[in-house]
Each structure stands twice: as structure tokens, then as C-alpha cells.
């Protein structure tokens, strides 16, 4: 499993987990369609995807949903 926090916001701190046991793939957003709900107006609507490389173990982040980008990028910092 991967651990996601939040910085920024209304949701800021707020952590997650991505756990490919439940679902290998996510989306997140601003909007009830979204898997991960943030409630920050900078975010696009449907704003980056989640994926499980099973293969790789790892998962990948994909900024924007299907083929088109969110409109402020998808930041993030590893620790």
C-alpha cells in the first residue's frame, strides 16, 4: 500500500492510503465522480489518476484523466 497526504486546501492533512488489494486504480478530484475527493478549487475536477503496476509494484500518478491534462499539474513530494 501507498500512503497519499494532502497539502493544501479545506482537505489539508487529510492522509489516504491506495491499497492495490482494493482497487488499482484511483481518481482524484474535486468532484463526487472521483475516487479520492479533495475539496480544493485549484484542483481540476477530475484532476490526476492513480494506477498499480502490478509488475513494478509501484504505483504511477498520471496527471489529468484519459487524455487530457489538469489545468495546474499535479505536484508532489516524496519523503
Avoid at 492513480?50 to 489529468?64: C, E, H, R, V
Wanted: glycine share 8%.
Amino acid at each position: 500500500f501507498t500512503k497519499i497526504k494532502v497539502f493544501g486546501g479545506f482537505s489539508h492533512g487529510k492522509s489516504l492510503t491506495l491499497d492495490p488489494k482494493v482497487c488499482k486504480q484511483a481518481v482524484l478530484g474535486r468532484t463526487d465522480e472521483c475516487d479520492i475527493i479533495v475539496d480544493d478549487s485549484i484542483l481540476s475536477k477530475k484532476h490526476c489518476t492513480f494506477s498499480y503496476d502490478a509488475p513494478k509494484l509501484t504505483w504511477m500518478i498520471n496527471d489529468g484523466f484519459n487524455i487530457r491534462s489538469s489545468m495546474n499539474g499535479t505536484w508532489i513530494y516524496l519523503s
